[in-house]
């Protein structure tokens, strides 16, 4: 069973800057593609970014591609979305996920949310103008 906690939410103008982070727990972590997803009480639920199992593949959604980075650590045990030129279109709940590769390859990444088993509670981010 996987447990995933987020941190580094908060307010930030426009053009600023933030690094969300994703405290990640569980058995073989090391089997698992982690993603970044955000909802607004206007939207559903999309996705933003994602990282294969070896930390050798990346994907991001259009909206954000160039100005957001998503990384894990060596060890796999905690992952980051690294947000930059920030704008108010970005203000959300944002989430990570953990999916299993299920004997996939270890570059396999995945946008659907129904890959992903496991769920944080997710931290606000808040852009001004």
């Known amino acids: 069973q996987v447990q995933l906690v987020e941190s580094g939410g908060g307010l930030v103008q426009a053009g600023g800057s933030l690094r969300l982070s994703c405290a990640v727990s569980?058995?073989?972590?090391?089997?698992?593609?982690l993603g970044w997803f955000r909802q607004t009480p206007r939207e559903e639920r999309e996705f933003v970014a994602g990282?294969?199992?070896?930390?050798?593949?990346?994907m991001y959604s259009d909206s954000v591609r160039g100005r957001f980075t998503i990384s894990r650590d060596n060890a796999k045990t905690t992952v980051f979305l690294q947000m930059n030129s920030l704008n108010v279109g970005d203000t959300a709940v944002y989430s990570c996920a953990a999916g299993s590769i299920d004997y996939r390859s270890s570059d396999f990444v995945s946008g659907s949310p129904t890959f992903y088993d496991y769920w944080g509670q997710g931290t606000q981010v808040t852009v001004s103008s």
């Open positions: 990282i294969s199992q070896n930390g050798g593949s990346t």
């Open positions: 569980g058995r073989t972590l090391s089997s698992y593609v």
